[in-house]
């Protein structure tokens, strides 16, 4: 059974920073990729950032270009999002999920399974 579960989100400050943790079970973790969304409320979700876990192909968005950072742990099958710089805007539930390797531009197409979502809130 795939499971991916959020971690780490929480209230801050702007300008503060979090890290984000999807931990991944029940697939092989470097033939996946891991996608983080994220949706705050009365907006549509947001794919915010991409990592291939076998070749560390990366993607983020304009939004978050240069102040999100994705990561992956194969030791511990392991997806991180380091946030720094938080603005208010950035506050929604994240997200991660998975699907195939994706080797196109931008965000990945196939995302199969997903986390049950973290808060992350930031105040102004």
């Known amino acids: 059974e795939v499971q991916l579960v959020e971690s780490g989100g929480g209230l801050v400050q702007a300008g503060g920073s979090l890290r984000l943790s999807c931990a991944a079970s029940?697939?092989?973790?470097?033939?996946?990729?891991i996608g983080w969304f994220r949706q705050a409320p009365g907006k549509e979700r947001e794919g915010i950032s991409h990592?291939?876990?076998?070749?560390?192909?990366?993607w983020y968005a304009d939004s978050v270009k240069g102040r999100f950072t994705i990561s992956s742990d194969h030791a511990k099958n392991t997806v991180y999002l380091q946030m720094n710089n938080l603005k208010p805007e950035d506050t929604a539930v994240y997200y991660c999920?998975?699907?195939?390797?994706?080797?196109?531009?931008?965000?990945?197409?196939?995302?199969?399974?997903w986390g049950q979502g973290t808060q992350v809130t930031v105040s102004s």
């Open positions: 999920a998975a699907g195939p390797p994706y080797y196109g531009l931008g965000l990945g197409e196939v995302y199969d399974d």
């Open positions: 990592i291939n876990n076998g070749d560390h192909r990366t």
């Open positions: 029940g697939f092989t973790f470097d033939e996946h990729a």
